[in-house]
């Protein structure tokens, strides 16, 4: 696959089918996605793959507990402007719409949280941490990282969703997986799977801002 088309087809995919992914194969797109730029060549990213009964096991334990207080981290800025809630309200309404809820559905929307802590149904996930010592470019490092993967994985016709709801419990996460919550912070989750290709939460349509709303060109043009 192209990178073009890696970056076109890569979607967050909600909908596995019920089928392991490779050791082998997850093992080689972590590796090749060390090669991911930072600065300083700092690399300050530290992820953990959980597969299999361990991941069943983690599930378990996030759907029954409770959000941590306080939280890992600020998830959605104070203050945010109208055109930032409207993207983000668009998408939710179109992830609850393919999951077949009723706008406002408060029961459907913890449901739809809940999915998270199923990971979708993957059999596969990622969880990425980042020191606590690291600034904001380290944590654009780890962004980089973290799109390298997940293009690999479209190239390897997997398919995964970044999952940052999972910060409701970062401690939770850090504590089964045995990494300190002095030293690092949790950023997120990543399911990984192979993706169903019929279900309407992998197929419904996605939007973005005009590319002019983002970026000028000035200069030759
Ligand atoms: C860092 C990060 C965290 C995300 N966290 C979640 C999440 O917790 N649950 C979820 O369903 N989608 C999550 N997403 C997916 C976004 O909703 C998705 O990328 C966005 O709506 C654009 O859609 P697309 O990735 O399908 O193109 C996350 C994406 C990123 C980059």
């Known amino acids: ?38 600065g300083y060549n700092f690399q300050p990213w530290e992820g953990v793959v959980v597969t299999g009964e361990k991941l069943r096991e983690l599930s378990g334990l996030l759907l029954e507990a409770k959000p941590q207080d306080p939280s890992e981290y600020q998830l959605v800025p104070r203050g945010l402007p109208e055109f930032y809630k409207d993207r983000r309200d668009g998408i939710v309404a179109r992830r609850m719409e ?8 408060k ?10 802590f199923e990971f979708f149904g ?6 990425t941490f980042v020191p606590r010592i690291m600034g ?3 944590w654009s490092d780890v962004g980089m990282w973290l799109q390298t993967v997940m293009l690999l994985l479209v190239g390897e016709r997997l398919g995964c969703c970044p ?26 989750g990543m399911a ?30």
Do not use: W
Request: proline share 7%; aromatic share 8%.
């Open 1 to 38: 696959m192209n990178i073009a088309d890696a970056v076109a087809n890569r979607r967050a995919v909600r909908a596995y089918l019920d089928k392991p992914v490779d050791p082998a194969l997850l093992r080689r797109v972590i590796e090749a996605a060390q090669m991911a730029p930072s």
């Open 98 to 105: 393919a999951a077949g809820f009723e706008r406002g559905d």
């Open 107 to 116: 029961a459907g929307m913890a449901a739809m949280q809940a999915r998270n």
């Open 122 to 127: 993957a059999p596969a996930a990622m969880f």
């Open 136 to 138: 904001l470019p380290q």
């Open 163 to 188: 999952q940052e709801s999972l910060f409701v419990h970062g401690k939770l996460i850090k504590q089964f997986l045995g990494i300190s919550d002095e030293t690092h912070v949790f950023f997120c």
């Open 192 to 221: 990984i799977g192979h993706p169903d290709p019929d279900a309407p939460l992998n197929t419904f349509e996605r939007t973005r801002a005009p590319t002019a709303e983002a970026v000028r060109f000035i200069g030759d043009s």
